[in-house]
């Protein structure tokens, strides 16, 4: 497998456009994550997909974010309109929860752990 | 509150020297996930290591070694003669069970070894 694979690697847009992300996480893993870096802040979770369904949105910084997973291929994280400080790394990542959440056996089933692409630098200037 | 603290926010060594890097964690579940990850200067992240809350047990794998101690909540990661090549950010990391699967980083810590 290629592993998680993110396009682009590097945008610069003008402050307003709309920028749209891409992932495709590794076949056959049912979680798919999307984190940003900055220096001041370091790595947030935005929001995190089990088998497609956002679970968990709240650290989405505002209403100008939105992700989506279509199919448990393909998501996208979209900044409408993107202002300078959204610049940041951007990255998507994936793990496969086995078994079903919730549980860990002391043989250390459970969750793997998270892939991550290789980031896309967003900056908006 | 689920929390990751990594209080050494950079750390110079000189080639061959052992190094730690601490990684304190706070959570109210019993059952959780601990990862180490390091950030190379080209960016991306690597795993290095998983544990879950069952298995205190040590780990070695090669020059790097883990040690897990509950009592402190601690997941501490040993470097032992440092190489230039370890240069980078480590990132400890935090998933527990009644969260879903969110896995949180601490703020990392930046290791220079120099030649």
């Known amino acids: 497998d290629a592993g998680v694979i993110q396009s682009p690697r590097h945008e610069v847009t003008e402050m307003g456009q709309e920028v749209t992300l891409r992932c495709k996480p590794i076949?056959?893993?049912?979680?798919l994550f999307w984190y940003r870096q900055t220096m001041m802040r370091g790595l947030e979770l935005l929001i995190y997909?089990?088998?497609?369904?956002?679970?968990?949105d709240s650290g989405m910084p505002e209403d100008r974010f939105s992700a989506k997973m279509p199919n448990a291929s393909f998501s996208t994280l979209k900044i409408q309109p993107s202002e300078p400080r959204d610049s940041a790394v951007y990255f998507c990542?994936?793990?496969?929860?086995?078994?079903?959440?919730?549980?860990?056996?002391?043989?250390?089933?459970?969750?793997?752990?998270?892939?991550f692409g290789q980031g896309t630098r967003l900056t908006v200037v | 509150a689920q929390k990751v603290t990594q209080a050494q926010t950079e750390i110079s060594v000189v080639e061959k020297e052992d190094v730690t890097l601490d990684c304190v964690y706070e959570?109210?579940?019993?059952?959780?996930?601990l990862f180490w990850y390091k950030q190379p200067p080209s960016g991306e992240l690597v795993f290095l290591i998983r544990?879950?809350?069952?298995?205190?047990q040590n780990e070695i794998s090669g020059r790097y070694s883990w040690n897990f101690q509950k009592s402190t909540s601690s997941f501490n990661f040993t470097i032992t003669a440092s190489q230039v090549v370890d240069s980078a950010v480590y990132f400890c990391?935090?998933?527990?069970?009644?969260?879903?699967?969110?896995?949180?980083f601490g703020s990392g810590t930046r290791l220079l070894v120099r030649p």
């Open positions: 990542a994936s793990s496969l929860e086995e078994p079903p959440s919730g549980y860990i056996s002391k043989q250390g089933q459970g969750n793997t752990e998270a892939f």
């Open positions: 076949s056959g893993h049912n979680s």
């Open positions: 997909f089990n088998n497609n369904v956002p679970i968990d």
């Open positions: 959570t109210r579940d019993t059952t959780y996930y």
């Open positions: 544990r879950n809350s069952f298995d205190e």
């Open positions: 990391a935090l998933i527990w069970m009644d969260s879903s699967y969110k896995l949180i």
